[in-house]
């Protein structure tokens, strides 16, 4: 059974076609994958379907814009899957 | 179908929210301008006003999922195929499903028949945003009325 992250991971390297082994947990989708707003819809969408959840990135976006949160905790890889995790679990209860 | 004021679709004919599904018509006009340079001679609709077309279908269907509480625009268009041509005169079935709602996006999957035939089908993605200003919404709630769409509409969008 794969990871959240090799799933996330894959969708990323697929949708944005970008070398899979270049994508770490470490890595921020933004600042060092260059993934933009647009290709997220499309990981977005992926993600939903593959976890059967709704990532919340209007409000994320609003979290970071207002200065309450960094992208860092939502963007960098290894965040991401972990807040997956959390929407995975919280609708499984 | 005004093509030139981009009104792609007449009237909605079938709303079902329950099926996330929309059905709307559209004749092609029989003189546009359009026409005179695509093609000379061998009048066609543009592929790309039929994606247009597929795109407006849906983001009834959307608007009317939300109640005029969000606008979509079109953000992308995945898998489009163009299959048979669409002339002048014709009348045009357009369908659209809302496969996936997501925050902030919505995706959906639309086709286009003529006389029973597919002419197009494509998957498109739209980003739902609050509408700009009252003006703007206005104006696409008269044009909702004008399809013979009935939203009912959010308290405060």
Redesign the interface.
Known sequence: MSTTFDTVANIIAETCDIQRDTIKPESHAIDDLGIDS?DF??I??AI??AFGI??????W?QEVNDGKASTEQYFVLKNLCSRIDDLVAAKAK | MRIEYFQLIDRVTELNLDELKIRAEATIPTDSTIFEGHFPGYPLMPGVLLIEAMAQTCGWLIIARNSFARMPFLASVKEAKLRSFATPGQVLTIEGRLDHEGSGFAVAEANIRAAGKLVCDADITFRLMPFDNPGFRGSMEQTAARLGLKIEAAVDG
């Open positions: 647009l819809l499309d977005a969408f939903d379907k709704k990532l919340p990135l209007e409000q976006t």
